[in-house]
């Protein structure tokens, strides 16, 4: 299915309602968009011996890895499946000397190498490289982690858009706040909750709180490669970023920034911090949100826009999912974005119906 985005904002029309409600759009999705961009991962092991297995995108991409770090401290993100018939090698997070297959006995150093293979005495061409555990980047940003499964572009190229607007944030003074982390499943698709998040123009009528603490008429967004930037300014009083003199916003009352980072990457600084949101299809019409804080001023996290974040979820997941309901409707068709205030919108549509073109 083809989805045209005009690339004019004031002539384009929103997709339409199967691009939210589409087995087969989603199937499309999960291949060509989030097979080829950079996830969040959690947190490497820190002792040397660990392993620590995840599936990357449970619910779409559902890939099996699985975080070592090996005895000389070096860090690896493999794939956790036998290169023999497909067993999975590491079934729980714990310490290893290697990876071992259940099945077969099949060894595997926490670097991927192939140590042994029972069995296979005799065998010709053996061992190829094929035979060790295929491994994919995994590359950090302060405290956060990221990998891709087969990434369209480079790890420094996805992230550089923001080095303009983020280089007056230390992000090795981020304290990660695991007690604070957050997980939400949404009935609505994941384009959904995004075109949510990428427009202030529903904060007025929605977020009343939120409201409050940003001068709502300043609020704005620039659209970035590969992603966009909101700009929340504060209301009188509300605590501000100090964003330093080089800054694109430098002598303004900057309230919050708020990142997308295509496909489903969000990253949001306030006074306090960072946290980080990821957006996580897990099928048609639903969503896995997940928030995790990263704190360097604890004596602001309840003040000005970067409170209250639970509450205006709440109110963000109610919206949603009423739209996912009603863009299912047989008499809509395609909406019209509002020139002033979804242009991130627009700009992400755009990418999206690019990528499955």
Not at 47 to 60: I, K, N, S, Y
Not at 177 to 191: Q, S
Not at 309 to 324: C, G, K, P, S
Request: contains cysteine; proline residues 7%.
């Amino acid at each position: 299915m083809r989805f045209d985005i005009h690339q004019r904002l004031a002539m384009a029309e929103t997709p339409a309602g199967a691009a939210y409600c589409d087995a087969d759009v989603y199937e499309e999705e999960v291949q060509k968009i989030f097979a080829r961009q950079w996830l969040s991962v959690p947190e490497p092991p820190n002792d040397p011996g660990a392993v620590r297995p995840f599936h990357l995108l449970a619910g779409a991409l559902d890939e099996s890895l699985v975080l070592t770090r090996d005895m000389n401290g070096a860090t690896h993100c493999l794939s956790n499946v036998c290169t023999h018939r497909g067993m999975l090698v590491a079934c729980e997070e714990g310490s290893a000397k290697r990876l071992r297959c259940g099945y077969h006995g099949r060894r595997f150093g926490l670097d991927g190498s192939l140590e042994a293979a029972p069995g296979f005495e005799g065998a010709e061409c053996f061992p190829r490289a094929a035979d060790d555990l295929p491994s994919v980047p995994l590359r950090q940003w302060g405290p956060l982690h990221f990998t891709s499964v087969d990434p369209a572009r480079s790890f420094g190229s996805w992230m550089e858009p923001l080095e303009p607007w983020l280089g007056f944030l230390d992000v090795d003074d981020l304290v990660p706040d695991p007690v604070a982390t957050l997980r939400f499943e949404v009935e609505a698709n994941w384009k959904l909750y995004l075109d949510n998040y990428l427009e202030g123009f529903h904060i007025p009528t929605v977020h009343k709180t939120l409201a409050a603490a940003l001068d709502v008429g300043g609020y704005r967004s620039e659209c970035l490669v590969g992603g966009s930037v909101q700009i929340g300014m504060a209301s009188e009083g509300t605590p501000i970023l100090n964003v330093g003199s080089n800054h694109p916003l430098a002598g303004q009352n900057v309230a919050a920034l708020y990142f997308h980072l295509f496909p489903n990457t969000l990253i949001n600084v306030y006074p306090w911090g960072v946290s980080l949101n990821q957006v996580n299809p897990m099928g048609v019409s639903k969503t896995e949100v997940i928030f995790e804080r990263y704190v360097s001023h604890p004596e602001l996290l309840e003040q000005g826009a970067g409170s209250g974040l639970h509450r205006v979820e709440m109110e963000d997941e109610a919206v949603v999912e009423a739209t996912q309901v009603g863009v299912r409707s047989r008499l809509y068709k395609r909406g019209r974005y509002a020139p002033r205030h979804e242009s991130a919108v627009h700009h992400f549509h755009r990418w999206w119906a690019q990528q499955l073109g």
